[in-house]
């Protein structure tokens, strides 16, 4: 007979068991004192034969079956379940289930019960409920390694710069902003279907299109008004009216917020708050470049405003908009574009941006009604008002912490030093594995190839150039390092063979440098090199010297950040407006810098026309990323230049 999964006794049958373990414990206690087995039954409603066992017996048995696993053995694996979910790798049913059965093989233990040793779906759903009281089963979220890797000597050592920030700040004075978006997805919901329908499926337009919002609130649970950003290019008064009060709007092309729209965000949204207020302001909030100007700084700190950054990839922990309050709002943005797609915007194939503005309305009305609470308890949970680091550093995992009941009375319970030093770096460990710098070998169509196909002379030349190439870089970037244009530009530097020049250019005793490129082609490539003709692959360009660069003199410049991985360029034509100059160093031919003006190529059949651009493109670029020179333009109709180049060979 199949025993039922939630077993339910018959009507009238015998109870077992109508009393607590306290009320056991109880009676056993009264007994130890000198109350009758008969008269500690009688008060305290237990049987007499249960009493006695207690009191004579060191260890008995639970009523019914017994489990496979001792009660010391479970507890183990209490423990050790609680500790891979607090270092992020938490267990599955599955999992538990393979990790019983390799305990019982390595002990020999052999359960008839299990089928090939493994425990099914029904002991596991038992343990779990033994357990409940320290195990749960939740839908888990998975996180990026890189904040996973947020310690707790990071947090700490933030809070501990928080505490000189806010210290003597009135909560209405410390401010929380961060940008998220409003995505036009209802996303999904449970619907009634037939029963049996493999594919349900909902007739309501969506599209992958967001559009950007700035938040910000004070520690008080006061909401400063929306800020919101389209992607656009221009601005039209229908994408303005019927919004929240308060709210303004801008655009950018890539329809997040960049330099220019947070320094609007700030001056207009911001800086009217902070106005009517007294003391130290204080604003918290992700480190981004595009979220600070000169503009944004002065006016720091002619208002009395500070700046605290959070920590590197824990907005998920730091951050009170992130952690209470878009998810209530998100879910309710949800239901208003449902809401929205049903009705009006059923035709629709997204939101229209003048139709933004009245839902952004609808979605402020719902928010509003628990916005204070949400961002009370976002600075409390964050540990930011009232301060307190325990909050956040508790949610961490602790590398010191063993196994809860770690006693002489339990080691069984313990979690061994070994399992937690490889739960540790299994989460912080940052040793990436690096792939390996490839080379196109020649290979005749159909014709298949292993690793013994490949002339051993060439495998040994791709190491050497591979060790002459990074040992040049480390050069170039060990002289360099006081460059600061070639350290924000990322640009590269390649090899280059050195030249004479006249011997007034060489007075600063550098070697002056061929600039040659290597192109899409290896047969090219050898053939420039070859022929010793100044070609550098490229229809019309020519190599050219550092001497010969003069002020007027056409080139053609690679912008591309190059790496092991990646050459692709990005090559672009202008003219030398200035030479720039250049302090005492051991290579002067690799730090040459010059300051040029760029043209843009036309769309005309011909792909050596060019023009200059509506808004002047000047632009400084060392030595190392001059591809060559070419020759003086033609001049044609409407201020069009003609060179005798292909542009199309350049991509």
Known sequence: MKMPRNYTPKPGAKVYKHYTDDQLAQAVS?????????????????PRSVINRRCTRHKVNKQGGQTVLGDDVEAMLVSRLKTCGQWGFP????????IVKGYLDRRGLV???FKNNEPGVEWVNSFLHRHRASLAQRICQNIKRNRAAVSRETVTKYFNNLADSVKDVVPANIINYDETNLADDPGRKKVILRRGTKYPERIMNQSKSATSVMYAGTADGTMLPPYVVYKATNMYDTWTTGGPSGTRYNRSKSGWFDMHCFSDWFMKIVIPYTRKLSGKKVLIGDNLSSHLSE????TCEKNNIAFVFLPANSTHLCQPLDVSFFRPMKTAWRKIVEKWKKGPGRKQASIPKDTFPQLLLSLTDIINT???????????ACGIFPLNPSKVINKLPDASCTAEDNTAANTSAAVDDSFTSLLQSMRYDNNATHARRKRKIEVEPGKSVTGADIPVGDKDKEVSGTDTEESAADDDATSNSNSD???????STESESSSTCSDDEN???????DIRMETGSDENNNEANSSNTGSTGYTGVMTVKRCDIKVNTWLVVDFAEHSKRSRKRQMYLGQVVQILQVGPSQR???HQEYEGLFLRQTKSKDNGCFIYPEVEDRCVFSISQVIGSVSEPDMQRRNVLKFAVHASEWK
């Not at 267990?91 to 393979?98: G, P, S």
């Not at 503009?295 to 002065?298: A, N, P, Q, S, Y």
């Not at 628990?370 to 409390?380: M, R, Y």
């Open 30 to 46: 009264a007994v130890q004192r000198g109350l009758s087995y008969r008269k500690a039954a009688v008060k305290y409603k237990i």
């Open 91 to 98: 267990l599955d049913t599955i999992d538990l289930r393979m």
């Open 111 to 113: 359960v008839k019960k």
């Open 295 to 298: 503009e944004v700084i002065d």
């Open 370 to 380: 628990n916005a204070e609470a949400n961002l009370k308890s976002g600075f409390e």
């Open 485 to 491: 244009d070639d350290d924000d530009n990322g640009w």
């Open 507 to 513: 007075a600063d005793g550098g070697d002056d440098a």
């Open 588 to 590: 002067p031919s690799l």
